[in-house]
Nanobody
Framework: QVQLVESGGGLVQAGGSLRLSCVAS????????MGWFRQAPGKEREFVAA????????YYADSVKGRFTISRDNAKNTVYLQMNSLKPEDTAVYCC??????????????????WGQGTQVTVSS
């Protein structure tokens, strides 16, 4: 069983930055690939970024490539999402997920075994 808790969301102006964190319980964090997804009101959950078990491989949605960076610290059971140059269209609830298989399984939300409760990110214009 893995429990995930996100933090770091908030209100920021367009062009600003936020850093999201997702802390996992349990001692097997390094056995899970991690992903960040987001869901805006009235829209489906959308893939944002994913990272492999050891952190050597990362993947991004085209909409965030070059602006967002996913990373992980297995010693701290934490995955991060650094978000720069934020745009109003980045406004959403951001959730982290965990699952034991790497890419391309990390692309699809229905492949994930565990989810956090989400953190709200609001970008004002």
């Amino acid at each position: 069983q893995v429990q995930l808790v996100e933090s770091g969301g908030g209100l920021v102006q367009a062009g600003g930055s936020l850093r999201l964190s997702c802390v996992a319980s349990g001692r097997t964090f390094s056995s899970y690939a991690m992903g960040w997804f987001r869901q805006a009101p009235g829209k489906e959950r959308e893939f944002v970024a994913a990272i492999s078990w050891g952190g050597s491989n990362t993947y991004y949605a085209d909409s965030v490539k070059g602006r967002f960076t996913i990373s992980r610290d297995n010693a701290k059971n934490t995955v991060y999402l650094q978000m720069n140059s934020l745009k109003p269209e980045d406004t959403a609830v951001y959730c982290c997920g965990a699952q034991p298989r790497n890419w391309p399984y990390t692309l699809r939300a229905d492949n994930y075994d565990y989810w956090g409760q989400g953190t709200q990110v609001t970008v004002s214009s």
